[in-house]
């Protein structure tokens, strides 16, 4: 799998382990990766919405994935997206998205945010928040970083600029980071 061409997703995530044994595996992982990620791109927001966009775009998936069993279903995405190793994902797609981003002095905007209804009260789950680093020119979010709660959203910052290549950017942080 290291002979991917420089750039392409396959590339950028080479280094994510599969999570599942062979008995049962009907779909390729960097098939299952590349509609998620594309799906998302998108405005896919779950998995439903990413088996639909993927079944919406399968003839034009079909012309660089393999597909052998067609696109996966919602429930596959659940299950394969559960078992990834969150930080293998946030690597490969923190260089995909470098690769891609237009290599020009730009703003880069870092700021925590937190997800709406990531809640869960009968469970006692708070909400999800994140650091990210949005990069103006792109329009693009270049990486982000869970936080336990939005006060912790300073501990986020270094760990964004430990990962990011923005080096000649302009970076901008709300109050709270400018402690």
């Not at 599942?20 to 594309?38: G, K, P, Q, S």
């Amino acid at each position: 799998m290291n002979d991917h061409p420089v750039g392409t997703l396959p590339y950028h995530f080479r280094n994510i382990e599969e999570p599942r044994t062979t008995i049962n595996r009907r779909h390729f992982l960097m098939d299952i990766l590349t509609v998620a990620i594309c799906a998302m791109i998108c405005g896919a927001d779950d998995w439903v919405a990413m088996e639909a966009f993927g079944k919406a775009k399968h003839d034009w998936f079909k012309g660089f994935l393999e597909l052998p069993n067609g696109i996966p279903s919602h429930d596959t995405f659940g299950r394969v997206f559960a078992r990834l190793c969150p930080e293998q994902c946030q690597q490969g797609f923190a260089s995909w998205v470098q690769s891609v981003a237009q290599r020009v002095e730009q703003v880069i905007a870092i700021d925590g945010k937190t997800a709406r209804r990531s809640h869960d009260r009968g469970r006692g789950k708070a909400a999800l928040h994140r650091g990210s680093a949005w990069a103006s020119a792109n329009r693009l979010i270049l990486g982000q970083v869970s936080t336990q709660d939005k006060s912790n959203e300073i501990t986020a910052i270094p760990r964004l600029l430990e990962i990011l290549d923005i080096s000649g950017c302009i970076v901008t942080i709300d109050a709270m980071g400018c402690q």
